[in-house]
């Protein structure tokens, strides 16, 4: 009997003990109130914040958010929001502010450490305070080795900095932590790491080291558009042309959207190599093969007018210009082209046609991922610093254009 009256009061003891955990945990004394911590992240001003976050409406967002702080400057998540809402407003002194007081807080778990410098590491970044940020990230991953946020930034962060060989290693670890789950973009971007890797090799004049990363791009994957550019000019360098253009027409047979990068590249390595009437085959192939190339007909014709065939270049531009009326590079060529040779009526006429509501445009591109815009196609983002995310955004004819037929030979 007095041993099961021992245990029940241990029980019962054990019971008062959690309890009152409980409700030290939930409750805090603060100017002779008791202010109950779950309650406030059900204050109006905690919902009123986060409904005027998701309407990515960041003033009164920060105001709700900082009422609601007020209310509970324990709960680490509402002061946490409320920092990444002044970076995200540009106000990083008071980003920094806020999540430095929050290290300071006593108890704060080893996962909660982990995510405050994180934020930190962010505020850092974005302030431009490239070491400190760096030695956030490598801080969150002291703590969280697994952090691949963390890893994520100190990618794009060596990236910046053009470390290209730190930003090697981080992708690696990602792809370990990953286990793979993304494969194909993982090796995309290690090609495109590599053929950077290959460009600085290539300024200093190493074209072995440099042929060996940009062919270990290729390698990782078949699409890197950027690294057999560059491997065939090491190769036209070390003044192997037939390597240099087999790589490139190699390049187009994998990629024919880009096989326009390669026309200048391609038309003067035939011509070194004695065979000029290589460079219009290519361009007949390519018509024949997407009769809506523009590009490859734009090419021709600035091949047909150096070999004074003016009239056929003509022909070729007014055909591409029914494809892509808003090309402003066609309409420069057609200029030129009317300009050469005495104008023909029917000729002018037809341009005059095709042209009377175009608008033009310099080829632009468009990245996917953040909307920025480019005159030209860019590898990496500038902006979000996301590789290969560049499209071409062009605009339709405003009418059909009837089906036309392959330049004359």
Same mark, same amino acid.
């Given at each position: 009997?007095?041993?099961?009256?021992?245990?029940?009061?241990?029980?019962?003891?054990?019971?008062?003990?959690?309890?009152?955990?409980?409700?030290?945990?939930?409750?805090?004394?603060?100017?002779?109130?008791?202010?109950?911590?779950?309650?406030?992240?059900?204050?109006?001003?905690?919902?009123?914040?986060?409904?005027?976050?998701?309407?990515?409406?960041?003033?009164?967002?920060?105001?709700?958010?900082?009422?609601?702080?007020?209310?509970?400057?324990?709960?680490?998540?509402?002061?946490?929001?409320?920092?990444?809402?002044?970076?995200?407003?540009?106000?990083?002194?008071?980003?920094?502010?806020?999540?430095?007081?929050?290290?300071?807080?006593?108890?704060?778990?080893?996962?909660?450490?982990?995510?405050?410098?994180?934020?930190?590491?962010?505020?850092?970044?974005?302030?431009?305070?490239?070491?400190? %940020?760096?030695?956030?990230?490598? @801080? +969150?991953? *002291? /703590?969280?080795?697994?952090?691949?946020? &963390?890893?994520?930034?100190? #990618?794009?962060?060596?990236?910046?900095?053009?470390?290209?060989?730190?930003?090697?290693?981080?992708?690696?670890?990602?792809?370990?932590?990953?286990?793979?789950?993304?494969?194909?973009?993982?090796?995309?971007?290690?090609?495109?790491?590599?053929?950077?890797?290959?460009?600085?090799?290539?300024?200093?004049?190493?074209?072995?080291?440099?042929?060996?990363?940009?062919?270990?791009?290729?390698?990782?994957?078949?699409?890197?558009?950027? %690294?057999?550019?560059?491997?065939? @000019? +090491?190769? *036209? /360098?070390?003044?192997?042309?037939?390597? &240099?253009?087999?790589?490139? #027409?190699?390049?187009?047979?994998?990629?024919?959207?880009?096989?326009?990068?390669?026309?200048?590249?391609?038309?003067?390595?035939?011509?070194?190599?004695?065979?000029?009437?290589?460079?219009?085959?290519?361009?007949?192939?390519?018509?024949?093969?997407?009769?809506?190339?523009?590009?490859?007909?734009?090419?021709?014709?600035?091949?047909?007018?150096?070999?004074?065939?003016?009239?056929?270049?003509?022909?070729?531009?007014?055909?591409?210009?029914?494809?892509?009326?808003?090309?402003?590079?066609?309409?420069?060529?057609?200029?030129?082209?009317?300009?050469?040779?005495?104008?023909?009526?029917?000729?002018?006429?037809?341009?005059?046609?095709?042209?009377?509501?175009?608008?033009?445009?310099?080829?632009?591109?468009?990245?996917?991922?953040?909307?920025?815009?480019?005159?030209?196609?860019?590898?990496?983002?500038?902006?979000?610093?996301?590789?290969?995310?560049?499209?071409?955004?062009?605009?339709?004819?405003?009418?059909?254009?009837?089906?036309?037929?392959?330049?004359?030979?």
């Amino acid at each position: 009997m007095e041993n099961y009256l021992t245990l029940l009061v241990a029980l019962v003891t054990l019971l008062l003990g959690l309890l009152i955990g409980k409700a030290w945990e939930r409750y805090k004394l603060r100017q002779g109130r008791w202010i109950d911590r779950r309650k406030a992240r059900e204050s109006p001003h905690y919902i009123l914040g986060l409904n005027f976050l998701v309407a990515n409406q960041l003033d009164p967002a920060i105001e709700q958010l900082r009422r609601a702080a007020d209310l509970a400057p324990d709960v680490l998540e509402i002061h946490m929001i409320l920092g990444n809402l002044h970076r995200e407003k540009g106000q990083i002194g008071r980003a920094i502010r806020v999540h430095q007081s929050l290290l300071q807080k006593p108890a704060l778990t080893k996962l909660e450490h982990a995510y405050v410098m994180l934020c930190l590491g962010l505020d850092f970044k974005q302030g431009g305070f490239v070491d400190r %940020a760096r030695e956030a990230f490598n @801080d +969150v991953l *002291r /703590l969280d080795p697994e952090n691949q946020f &963390a890893l994520l930034n100190l #990618e794009k962060l060596h990236e910046e900095q053009q470390q290209w060989d730190l930003a090697y290693q981080v992708r690696q670890q990602l792809i370990q932590i990953a286990q793979s789950e993304q494969p194909s973009r993982d090796h995309e971007i290690l090609a495109f790491i590599e053929n950077e890797l290959g460009l600085q090799a290539l300024r200093r004049q190493d074209y072995k080291e440099s042929a060996k990363h940009f062919s270990a791009a290729i390698k990782l994957d078949e699409k890197a558009t950027p %690294a057999y550019l560059n491997l065939g @000019d +090491v190769e *036209r /360098l070390n003044k192997d042309l037939k390597a &240099a253009t087999e790589t490139w #027409e190699r390049m187009i047979h994998i990629a024919p959207e880009r096989a326009y990068l390669t026309f200048d590249r391609l038309e003067a390595t035939y011509s070194e190599m004695e065979q000029p009437q290589r460079f219009p085959e290519l361009c007949h192939h390519l018509i024949a093969a997407n009769p809506q190339d523009w590009r490859a007909r734009l090419a021709l014709a600035h091949y047909k007018s150096r070999q004074k065939s003016t009239k056929e270049s003509l022909e070729l531009l007014l055909d591409a210009l029914t494809y892509n009326p808003h090309a402003l590079s066609l309409h420069q060529a057609i200029w030129e082209t009317l300009l050469s040779f005495k104008l023909q009526p029917d000729l002018v006429q037809r341009y005059v046609e095709l042209t009377r509501q175009s608008i033009f445009y310099m080829d632009p591109h468009i990245c996917v991922r953040c909307r920025y815009r480019s005159t030209e196609l860019l590898w990496q983002c500038p902006h979000c610093h996301e590789w290969n995310t560049f499209v071409e955004e062009g605009i339709a004819p405003a009418k059909e254009t009837p089906e036309v037929e392959g330049p004359p030979t």
